[in-house]
Nanobody, 124 residues
Framework: QVQLVESGGGLVQAGGSLRLSCAAS????????MGWFRQAPGKEREFVAA????????GYGDSVKGRFTISGDNAKNTVALQMNSLKPEDTAVYYC?????????????????WGQGTQVTVSS
């Protein structure tokens, strides 16, 4: 059974930092790009960041460029999202996703697997 489990969400003040982690299990994730999306109440799901299977290329949504950094550890089957300079508008449920055939950039559509999400709340 494939599982993507997110952790690290919570409440932080504006300007602060959080680090999210996604642990993948139940599948060999070689050749899978890993990504993060977020969804705020009443809004559409938004692409945040992604990294290719060999962890050599990344992509970021415009709203997080320069503030968020995605990284991966293939040995541990984990992907992390370091979020700095957080803003109230970053408040959302953050989801981890896995997709075959991701080669970089901001097109991470049609993910094959999804996590359950972790809440991030940024207070002003």
């Amino acid at each position: 059974q494939v599982q993507l489990v997110e952790s690290g969400g919570g409440l932080v003040q504006a300007g602060g930092s959080l680090r999210l982690s996604c642990a993948a299990s139940g599948h060999t994730f070689n050749f899978y790009g890993m990504g993060w999306f977020r969804q705020a109440p009443g809004k559409e799901r938004e692409f945040v960041a992604a990294i290719t299977w060999n962890r050599g290329r990344t992509g970021y949504g415009d709203s997080v460029k320069g503030r968020f950094t995605i990284s991966g550890d293939n040995a541990k089957n984990t992907v992390a999202l370091q979020m700095n300079s957080l803003k109230p508008e970053d408040t959302a449920v953050y989801y981890c996703a896995a997709r075959l055939g991701y080669y970089g950039g901001s097109d991470f559509s049609n993910a094959d697997y999804w996590g359950q999400g972790t809440q991030v709340t940024v207070s002003s």
